[in-house]
C-alpha cells in the first residue's frame, strides 16, 4: 500500500486551487501596473516606470494616474480597473494615506502580487501603524502577497525585471540579495559593478508587512537561477518561519547573513542569571547555527563566501595548508586562521619528504610551506602537488608575492588543474596590475582570488565553519531510552498551576525541585522545615551534615539576604544555623518574606558547578543556556546558548562551545564527568522548557557534575544533581494565547498515541524523529520492489534509499513544514523496536494545501496501517488548517485507491498518464 506524491494545477478541478508559487506574480509579472506613475523628473514614481520601460522583462507596463492620458509616452490609465486586462504586480508608490484603498483595488481586480515603495506606515508613529494594519487586512482578503512597505522595490535581472527606483539594474548572476535597507540596497548595486558580482534576483523587503525571510528564503531556495542567497538584515520578524526555510534551502544553498547591531547598548534587565547573560545577538547567533546560516561581519565577506562556496567544494575539516613564496604573508594569514577558530595542518612525514626532493634546503619544512622568494611556477605546481595530497589537509592557500624570479601569470596556468579537487583551493595574488592577468586566469578556474592572505585565510574558516555546522545539524542523534523516565507532565502542571492559582510568578526552591523532578532531572533531597525542631527532625532523618536554605516565595537569590548556611554538623548548628537565616533575612528584607528553610545534604563530593538555564528572547522566544556556573557565573560568563528543543546531538555542540567542556572530558589526570549523562539532562531540560510555556525564566545553579567513578552523590548514578533551581513564571497579565512559542516546533507529542492492528498487535503511532534513522534503514530493508516502485514511481536500489544524506530529508523534519508518522512496534520480549509503516504530510510553501504518501512494510500490508496513517494524516491537515490535501496514485495500485476513495478523495485519471490524482477539500 504505496503512494507517490505530486501536485499539478487543474482548473477545471472542482476543489480549491492555488498558484504553484505565490510569488511567481511579484518575480515573474506578465503585467505589471504602477499605481502613482508621473513623468516628474527626480520622483520616484517616474523612475519606477522608466526603469520598467527600458529594461524589458516580456511583460505589459500599465502606468495608473488619473491627472495623466499618457506618461513617458506610454497610455495612462486612470484606475486599475480602467485597465480591462489581467494585472499580476502592482507598483505602489502612491502617498501612505491612500495606499489602503489602493490595496482594496487591487484585491477586487484579482492582483496576486504587490510591492508598496511608499513610506510613512509603522515607521511613523500611531497613524502609520494603523495604515498598516489596513494595509494587511485589506490584502490577506484576496490572498494578495506585499513586499514593503518603504522599501527600494525587487529586480529580477536574469529576465530584465526592474521594479525599483535605482538608478541602473543589476547584472545578471546567481546570488541572490535580499535587503531590510534600502539605502544599503543602492551602495550594494553600486559595489556590485565594481566587483562584477552579478544577481539572480535584488530584493528590498522594506517592513515586511506580509512577505517575510522565510517567503523570499523558499522561493529562491526553489530558485534554479540562484545557487546562493545572500542577507542583510536588521530584525528576523517571524522568527519560526526564517528558522523553518533556512533549515531547508542552507543545505542545498548557502544562506549567508550579515546582521546590524552586533552590540548591547545596556544587558537586559532579569530575575535569572540566565537572562543576564543570554545577549540578544548571541542568540541571533545561535539561531543561525541552528539552522544552518553562516554569518559574517563585513558586506564584503557576504559576497567573497557566496563566490567561494559557489566556486569550491567545503572542507572536511579546519586544517589549511599555505603555499607561499614570501614569510610576511604566510605569518599574517596564519595569525587570522587561529585567531578565527582555525587550525594549520600539520605536514605529513611523507609530504615534507616528498618537498625536500625539489625544493631548496633552506625552505621552511613546516606549515607555511615557504618555497623562497625566488620560486618559479614549475616550483609552485609541485609544491602545490605535494600539499594537496597530504591526508592531514583539508584545504589550501596559495600565495604570490611578485619578486623578481616570479611569474604571476604562468604560476596560475599551472595551478587550473588543482581547481576541481575534493578540497578547496584559495589564492592571494598579492600586488597590483602586475598580477591582475594571473588572477584573471584563477577566477576563470574557479579559484577564489583575495588580494591579501589574511583575507583568505579568514573566508576558510568561514567555509570550515559552514560545513561544521551543517554536519551537526543532519548528525544522526543517540536513541533515548525513556523506560521510566517520560516526564510527569500532569505533576509539572500542577506545580505551575498551584502557584499561579495564588497569584505567585516565582516558585520556591523546593517547588522548582519538584519541578525539575517531573522531567527525570536529579535533584539534592530536600525537605520543608518551618521551624527549629522541624529542620533539626529533618537533618537526623537526611544525614549530616546538610544545608539550610531559606524557603521564601518572594525572594529569588538567597544568598543576598544570608539565606544559605552550609556544613551543619549537628542538631545544635541546624537549630543556630535555622535562627540566622530567620535574623537575617528579617532585617534585609523582612519578616514577611522568610517561611522556613529547606533542609538539603550537604554535598562534599569534588566536582564541577554548571549552570543550565532558560530565558526568553523577544525576537526567538525561549532560549537555553548550558556553561560554568556558581556564584561567580556572571564573572566567568563561559556558557553557550542554543534553541530548543535538543537532541543529543544539538547537547553535546552546546556543550563544546565552553571553555569547561575541556575539563568535563577529563583533564590533568581527572577522569571525565558521564557526558552521555549530561547530554540526557539538556534533552530533557529543553523538553520541560518546550512543553510548559508558562515559565518565563529558569535556572539550575550550580548543577554538580562529579567525575567518574561516581561517589556518594545524593541522586542519581551518573555524578549529576542539582543543588539549586530557580523559575520565574509569566505574570497574571499574560493569556495562555500569548504566551511566547519556540521558534522551532517542538515535538508533536500530541500526535503519540497506541493502536492496535486488525490482527491485534500493539502499535505506538507518533511523529517520526532523527534518532529513528536506523530503525528506517531497516524498515526499507524489508520493502519488495513493487512497493518501492509503487511509493516511488521508479526502481531504486536499497543503497541509494538508506544513504545518510538522503535519511536527514526523511527523519530530520521540520514539524511546521511536514509531519511523518511511523508505526512502531517494541517486541514484549527483546524490546527490540521495528517501524511497519510510514505516512508522510507535506506543506506547499506559501498555500494551505499538503502532498501526502504512505509506505508500508511488505509483511505488514493488508493489515490496516495505510487506512489508520491516512485518517490521522487528515486529521492533523484540519489541525494545521490546511484546505487540501493531494496525492499522485499509480493506476496499478488499487489498494491504496480503494482506501483513499473510503476516506472521501475524490480520483480523477488525467489522459495519457500513468497515475490518478486523488484530493480531498477539507
Same mark, same amino acid.
Given at each position: 500500500?504505496?503512494?507517490?506524491?505530486?501536485?499539478?494545477?487543474?482548473?477545471?478541478?472542482?476543489?480549491?486551487?492555488?498558484?504553484?508559487?505565490?510569488?511567481?506574480?511579484?518575480?515573474?509579472?506578465?503585467?505589471?501596473?504602477?499605481?502613482?506613475?508621473?513623468?516628474? /523628473?527626480?520622483?520616484?514614481?517616474?523612475?519606477?516606470?522608466?526603469?520598467?520601460?527600458?529594461?524589458?522583462?516580456?511583460?505589459?507596463?500599465?502606468?495608473? &494616474?488619473?491627472?495623466?492620458?499618457?506618461?513617458?509616452?506610454? @497610455?495612462?490609465?486612470?484606475?486599475?480597473?480602467?485597465?480591462?486586462? /489581467?494585472?499580476?504586480?502592482?507598483?505602489?508608490?502612491?502617498?501612505?494615506?491612500?495606499?489602503?484603498?489602493?490595496?482594496?483595488?487591487?484585491?477586487?481586480?484579482?492582483?496576486?502580487?504587490?510591492?508598496?515603495?511608499?513610506?510613512?506606515?509603522?515607521?511613523?508613529?500611531?497613524?502609520?501603524?494603523?495604515?498598516?494594519?489596513?494595509?494587511?487586512?485589506?490584502?490577506?482578503?484576496?490572498?494578495?502577497?506585499?513586499?514593503? /512597505?518603504?522599501?527600494?522595490?525587487?529586480?529580477?535581472?536574469?529576465?530584465?525585471?526592474?521594479?525599483?527606483?535605482?538608478?541602473?539594474?543589476?547584472?545578471?548572476?546567481?546570488?541572490?540579495?535580499?535587503?531590510?535597507?534600502?539605502?544599503?540596497?543602492?551602495?550594494?548595486?553600486?559595489?556590485?559593478?565594481?566587483?562584477?558580482?552579478?544577481?539572480?534576483?535584488?530584493?528590498?523587503?522594506?517592513?515586511?508587512?506580509?512577505? =517575510?525571510?522565510?517567503?523570499?528564503?523558499?522561493?529562491?531556495? #526553489?530558485?534554479?537561477?540562484?545557487?546562493?542567497?545572500?542577507?542583510?538584515?536588521?530584525?528576523?520578524?517571524?522568527?519560526?518561519?526564517?528558522?523553518?526555510?533556512?533549515?531547508?534551502?542552507?543545505?542545498?544553498?548557502?544562506?549567508?547573513?550579515?546582521?546590524?547591531?552586533?552590540?548591547?547598548?545596556?544587558?537586559?534587565?532579569?530575575?535569572?542569571?540566565?537572562?543576564?547573560?543570554?545577549?540578544? #545577538?548571541?542568540?541571533?547567533?545561535?539561531?543561525?547555527?541552528?539552522?544552518?546560516?553562516?554569518?559574517? &561581519?563585513?558586506?564584503?565577506?557576504?559576497?567573497?563566501?557566496?563566490?567561494?562556496?559557489?566556486?569550491?567544494?567545503?572542507?572536511?575539516?579546519?586544517?589549511?595548508?599555505?603555499?607561499?613564496?614570501?614569510?610576511?604573508?604566510?605569518?599574517?594569514?596564519?595569525?587570522?586562521?587561529?585567531?578565527?577558530?582555525?587550525?594549520?595542518?600539520?605536514?605529513?612525514?611523507?609530504?615534507?619528504?616528498?618537498?625536500?626532493?625539489?625544493?631548496?634546503?633552506?625552505?621552511?619544512?613546516?606549515?607555511?610551506?615557504?618555497?623562497?622568494?625566488?620560486?618559479?611556477?614549475?616550483?609552485?605546481?609541485?609544491? $602545490?602537488?605535494?600539499?594537496?595530497?597530504?591526508?592531514?589537509?583539508?584545504?589550501?592557500?596559495?600565495?604570490?608575492?611578485?619578486?623578481?624570479?616570479?611569474?604571476?601569470?604562468?604560476?596560475?596556468?599551472?595551478?587550473?588543474?588543482?581547481?576541481?579537487?575534493?578540497?578547496?583551493?584559495?589564492?592571494?595574488?598579492?600586488?597590483?596590475?602586475?598580477?591582475?592577468?594571473?588572477?584573471?586566469?584563477?577566477?576563470?578556474?574557479?579559484?577564489?582570488?583575495?588580494?591579501?592572505?589574511?583575507?583568505?585565510?579568514?573566508?576558510?574558516?568561514?567555509?570550515?565553519?559552514?560545513?561544521?555546522?551543517?554536519?551537526?545539524?543532519?548528525?544522526?542523534?543517540?536513541?533515548?531510552?525513556?523506560?521510566?523516565?517520560?516526564?510527569?507532565?500532569?505533576?509539572?502542571?500542577?506545580?505551575?498551576?498551584?502557584?499561579?492559582?495564588? =497569584?505567585?510568578?516565582?516558585?520556591?526552591?523546593?517547588?522548582?525541585?519538584?519541578?525539575?523532578?517531573?522531567?527525570?532531572?536529579?535533584?539534592?533531597?530536600?525537605?520543608?522545615?518551618?521551624?527549629?525542631?522541624?529542620?533539626?527532625?529533618?537533618?537526623?532523618?537526611?544525614?549530616?551534615?546538610?544545608?539550610?536554605?531559606?524557603?521564601?516565595?518572594?525572594?529569588?537569590?538567597?544568598?543576598?539576604?544570608?539565606?544559605?548556611?552550609? &556544613?551543619?554538623?549537628?542538631?545544635?548548628?541546624?537549630?543556630?544555623?535555622?535562627?540566622?537565616?530567620?535574623?537575617?533575612?528579617?532585617?534585609?528584607?523582612?519578616?514577611?518574606?522568610?517561611?522556613? %528553610?529547606?533542609?538539603?545534604?550537604?554535598?562534599?563530593?569534588?566536582?564541577?558547578?554548571?549552570?543550565?538555564?532558560?530565558? +526568553?528572547?523577544?525576537?526567538?522566544?525561549?532560549?537555553?543556556?548550558?556553561?560554568?556556573?556558581?556564584?561567580? %557565573?556572571?564573572?566567568?560568563? #563561559?556558557?553557550?546558548?542554543?534553541?530548543?528543543?535538543?537532541?543529543?546531538?544539538?547537547?553535546?555542540?552546546?556543550?563544546?562551545?565552553?571553555?569547561?567542556?575541556?575539563?568535563?572530558?577529563?583533564?590533568?589526570?581527572?577522569?571525565?564527568?558521564?557526558?552521555?549523562?549530561?547530554?540526557?539532562?539538556?534533552?530533557?531540560?529543553?523538553?520541560?522548557?518546550?512543553?510548559?510555556?508558562?515559565?518565563?525564566?529558569?535556572?539550575?545553579?550550580?548543577?554538580?557534575?562529579?567525575?567518574?567513578?561516581?561517589?556518594?552523590?545524593?541522586?542519581?548514578? &551518573?555524578?549529576?544533581?542539582?543543588?539549586?533551581?530557580?523559575?520565574?513564571?509569566?505574570?497574571?497579565?499574560?493569556?495562555?494565547?500569548?504566551?511566547?512559542?519556540?521558534?522551532?516546533?517542538?515535538?508533536?507529542?500530541?500526535?503519540?498515541?497506541?493502536?492496535?492492528?486488525?490482527?491485534?498487535?500493539?502499535?505506538?503511532?507518533?511523529?517520526?524523529?532523527?534518532?529513528?534513522?536506523?530503525?528506517?534503514?531497516?524498515?526499507?530493508?524489508?520493502?519488495?520492489?513493487?512497493?518501492?516502485?509503487?511509493?516511488?514511481?521508479?526502481?531504486?536500489?536499497?543503497?541509494?534509499?538508506?544513504?545518510?544524506?538522503?535519511?536527514?530529508?526523511?527523519?530530520?523534519?521540520?514539524?511546521?513544514?511536514?509531519?511523518?508518522?511511523? $508505526?512502531?512496534?517494541?517486541?514484549?520480549?527483546?524490546?527490540?523496536?521495528?517501524?511497519?509503516?510510514?505516512?508522510?504530510?507535506? @506543506?506547499?510553501?506559501?498555500?494551505?494545501?499538503?502532498?501526502?504518501?504512505?509506505? %508500508?512494510?511488505?509483511?505488514?500490508?493488508?493489515?490496516?496501517?495505510?487506512?489508520?496513517?491516512?485518517?490521522?494524516?487528515?486529521?492533523?491537515?484540519?489541525?494545521? @488548517?490546511?484546505?487540501?490535501?493531494?496525492?499522485?496514485?499509480?493506476?496499478?495500485?488499487?489498494?491504496?485507491?480503494?482506501?483513499?476513495?473510503?476516506?472521501?478523495?475524490? +480520483?480523477?485519471?488525467?489522459? =495519457?498518464?500513468?497515475?490518478?490524482?486523488?484530493?480531498?477539500?477539507?
Amino acid at each position: 500500500m504505496t503512494t507517490q506524491t505530486f501536485t499539478r494545477g487543474d482548473p477545471a478541478s472542482d476543489v480549491l486551487h492555488y498558484d504553484r508559487q505565490p510569488l511567481s506574480a511579484i518575480f515573474s509579472p506578465k503585467a505589471v501596473a504602477i499605481i502613482g506613475a508621473t513623468d516628474k /523628473p527626480g520622483s520616484v514614481g517616474r523612475a519606477i516606470l522608466w526603469n520598467l520601460i527600458s529594461s524589458p522583462f516580456g511583460g505589459t507596463v500599465y502606468p495608473v &494616474n488619473p491627472k495623466h492620458p499618457s506618461i513617458l509616452g506610454v @497610455k495612462s490609465y486612470p484606475t486599475l480597473a480602467a485597465i480591462g486586462e /489581467p494585472v499580476d504586480l502592482a507598483v505602489i508608490v502612491t502617498p501612505a494615506a491612500s495606499v489602503p484603498s489602493v490595496v482594496a483595488e487591487c484585491v477586487d481586480g484579482g492582483v496576486k502580487g504587490a510591492i508598496i515603495i511608499s513610506a510613512g506606515f509603522k515607521e511613523a508613529g500611531p497613524v502609520g501603524a494603523a495604515l498598516e494594519r489596513q494595509v494587511y487586512e485589506q490584502a490577506r482578503r484576496g490572498h494578495l502577497r506585499v513586499i514593503g /512597505p518603504n522599501c527600494l522595490g525587487v529586480m529580477r535581472p536574469t529576465t530584465g525585471l526592474n521594479a525599483t527606483f535605482a538608478s541602473a539594474i543589476a547584472r545578471p548572476g546567481t546570488v541572490g540579495f535580499i535587503s531590510q535597507s534600502g539605502a544599503l540596497c543602492t551602495a550594494v548595486l553600486d559595489w556590485s559593478f565594481r566587483q562584477n558580482v552579478g544577481f539572480s534576483a535584488f530584493i528590498s523587503i522594506g517592513a515586511m508587512l506580509d512577505v =517575510g525571510w522565510g517567503d523570499l528564503i523558499d522561493y529562491l531556495g #526553489d530558485d534554479p537561477k540562484t545557487q546562493s542567497i545572500v542577507i542583510y538584515m536588521e530584525s528576523i520578524g517571524d522568527a519560526r518561519a526564517f528558522l523553518s526555510a533556512a533549515r531547508e534551502v542552507a543545505l542545498n544553498k548557502p544562506i549567508i547573513v550579515i546582521k546590524a547591531g552586533r552590540t548591547q547598548a545596556a544587558a537586559r534587565a532579569a530575575a535569572s542569571h540566565t537572562g543576564a547573560l543570554a545577549g540578544s #545577538d548571541e542568540v541571533l547567533d545561535a539561531a543561525f547555527r541552528r539552522c544552518g546560516v553562516l554569518r559574517v &561581519n563585513t558586506i564584503s565577506d557576504l559576497f567573497y563566501m557566496a563566490e567561494v562556496l559557489a566556486k569550491q567544494p567545503r572542507p572536511r575539516g579546519p586544517r589549511l595548508t599555505m603555499v607561499t613564496n614570501a614569510g610576511g604573508p604566510g605569518v599574517l594569514a596564519t595569525d587570522t586562521l587561529m585567531t578565527t577558530g582555525g587550525e594549520m595542518a600539520e605536514l605529513s612525514a611523507k609530504t615534507i619528504e616528498s618537498l625536500d626532493q625539489f625544493l631548496p634546503p633552506h625552505w621552511s619544512h613546516g606549515n607555511p610551506i615557504d618555497i623562497l622568494g625566488d620560486a618559479d611556477p614549475a616550483r609552485y605546481a609541485k609544491a $602545490v602537488e605535494a600539499a594537496v595530497k597530504d591526508p592531514n589537509s583539508d584545504g589550501l592557500l596559495v600565495i604570490l608575492t611578485p619578486q623578481a624570479m616570479t611569474d604571476p601569470t604562468q604560476t596560475a596556468e599551472l595551478l587550473k588543474p588543482y581547481a576541481k579537487l575534493n578540497k578547496p583551493i584559495l589564492a592571494s595574488w598579492m600586488g597590483g596590475s602586475e598580477v591582475e592577468p594571473g588572477e584573471a586566469i584563477l577566477n576563470r578556474a574557479n579559484i577564489p582570488t583575495f588580494g591579501y592572505p589574511d583575507t583568505a585565510a579568514r573566508m576558510f574558516d568561514y567555509m570550515w565553519r559552514y560545513t561544521d555546522n551543517l554536519r551537526g545539524l543532519y548528525e544522526t542523534p543517540v536513541w533515548l531510552d525513556t523506560e521510566g523516565r517520560a516526564p510527569d507532565r500532569a505533576q509539572a502542571g500542577q506545580i505551575i498551576a498551584q502557584a499561579r492559582s495564588e =497569584g505567585r510568578s516565582l516558585l520556591s526552591e523546593f517547588e522548582s525541585k519538584r519541578l525539575l523532578a517531573a522531567y527525570s532531572i536529579p535533584t539534592t533531597e530536600t525537605r520543608l522545615a518551618a521551624s527549629a525542631d522541624e529542620a533539626a527532625a529533618a537533618a537526623r532523618s537526611i544525614g549530616y551534615p546538610v544545608v539550610l536554605k531559606l524557603h521564601s516565595e518572594t525572594i529569588s537569590h538567597k544568598t543576598d539576604v544570608g539565606g544559605v548556611q552550609l &556544613n551543619l554538623g549537628d542538631e545544635d548548628a541546624v537549630r543556630r544555623g535555622y535562627a540566622a537565616i530567620a535574623s537575617a533575612v528579617q532585617e534585609k528584607a523582612g519578616a514577611d518574606h522568610f517561611l522556613g %528553610v529547606t533542609v538539603q545534604p550537604m554535598i562534599q563530593e569534588a566536582g564541577y558547578e554548571l549552570i543550565v538555564g532558560s530565558s +526568553l528572547d523577544p525576537q526567538l522566544g525561549p532560549v537555553l543556556l548550558f556553561g560554568w556556573g556558581g556564584q561567580l %557565573v556572571e564573572v566567568f560568563k #563561559d556558557h553557550a546558548l542554543a534553541l530548543p528543543p535538543l537532541n543529543t546531538t544539538l547537547a553535546r555542540r552546546m556543550m563544546e562551545q565552553t571553555r569547561i567542556y575541556t575539563a568535563l572530558k577529563g583533564v590533568r589526570g581527572r577522569p571525565p564527568v558521564d557526558l552521555a549523562a549530561l547530554e540526557q539532562l539538556l534533552v530533557q531540560f529543553s523538553q520541560l522548557v518546550v512543553e510548559q510555556p508558562w515559565i518565563k525564566e529558569i535556572d539550575i545553579n550550580p548543577l554538580l557534575a562529579q567525575p567518574g567513578p561516581f561517589g556518594r552523590l545524593m541522586a542519581g548514578p &551518573n555524578g549529576l544533581v542539582a543543588l539549586d533551581a530557580r523559575v520565574v513564571l509569566h505574570g497574571a497579565e499574560m493569556s495562555e494565547e500569548s504566551l511566547p512559542r519556540p521558534s522551532i516546533r517542538p515535538y508533536p507529542i500530541q500526535y503519540v498515541t497506541p493502536w492496535t492492528t486488525k490482527n491485534g498487535l500493539p502499535v505506538t503511532i507518533r511523529p517520526i524523529r532523527p534518532e529513528d534513522e536506523p530503525l528506517v534503514v531497516k524498515f526499507h530493508e524489508t520493502l519488495s520492489e513493487q512497493s518501492v516502485y509503487m511509493r516511488y514511481f521508479h526502481v531504486m536500489r536499497l543503497s541509494q534509499r538508506i544513504a545518510h544524506e538522503r535519511l536527514t530529508r526523511i527523519c530530520f523534519i521540520d514539524y511546521d513544514r511536514e509531519m511523518a508518522l511511523v $508505526v512502531e512496534h517494541a517486541d514484549p520480549q527483546s524490546g527490540e523496536r521495528r517501524i511497519l509503516a510510514v505516512g508522510r504530510l507535506s @506543506k506547499l510553501h506559501g498555500r494551505p494545501e499538503a502532498e501526502w504518501a504512505i509506505l %508500508v512494510s511488505d509483511p505488514y500490508q493488508g493489515h490496516g496501517l495505510g487506512s489508520e496513517l491516512l485518517k490521522r494524516l487528515i486529521q492533523i491537515g484540519r489541525d494545521e @488548517k490546511l484546505r487540501r490535501l493531494t496525492a499522485d496514485i499509480l493506476s496499478d495500485n488499487l489498494a491504496m485507491q480503494r482506501v483513499s476513495r473510503r476516506l472521501g478523495f475524490r +480520483l480523477r485519471r488525467q489522459l =495519457g498518464d500513468s497515475s490518478v490524482m486523488a484530493e480531498l477539500a477539507l
